[in-house]
């Protein structure tokens, strides 16, 4: 599949994930199944983008919010954020101008972002976490954030 078509794949199943009506595995087989041409490769980015989405949600849904000038979903401007093709599908996933929004927000100053919005998690779970580990804290919670 080519990586644009890849791209808005991977919108498709940000659709359907961010209801949170089913587990997220669950979504992306239903995918898979309903997609047979995907080859290994595109099941590969595609699982990668949308889980990637899934770790930083609230870091990439507050990015996204806060500067809508590509316009479109907020679930294709959160598979901008989290694409996790290689360098070269990376040109070809994207316009110009989705890929310079997407360079322009990935390299923003995260330390000037709140600490739960950082670590996309939510305030009550960032509070429990510093209170409970110090200065551990921002280690744990980047480390919740790598993939499994």
Do not use: C
């Amino acid at each position: 599949m080519k990586p644009r078509d890849l791209l808005y794949t991977a919108r498709d199943v940000l659709r359907d994930m961010l209801r949170f009506d089913a587990a997220a595995d669950a979504v992306l087989s239903r995918h898979f199944r309903a997609r047979p041409q995907l080859g290994k490769i595109d099941r590969q980015i595609l699982a990668d983008t949308v889980y990637q989405v899934l770790r930083h949600l609230r870091l990439f849904q507050t990015l996204a919010a806060g500067d809508e000038s590509i316009g479109g979903a907020m679930e294709l401007r959160l598979a901008i954020l989290g694409w996790s093709g290689n360098a070269a599908s990376v040109h070809t996933a994207f316009s110009p101008e989705q890929l310079e929004w997407r360079k322009r927000l990935l390299t923003q100053d995260a330390m000037a972002l709140p600490e739960a919005v950082r670590w996309s998690l939510p305030e009550w779970l960032a509070a429990a976490l510093q209170k409970q580990y110090g200065d551990e804290y921002p280690a744990l919670a980047q480390a919740l954030l790598r993939p499994a």
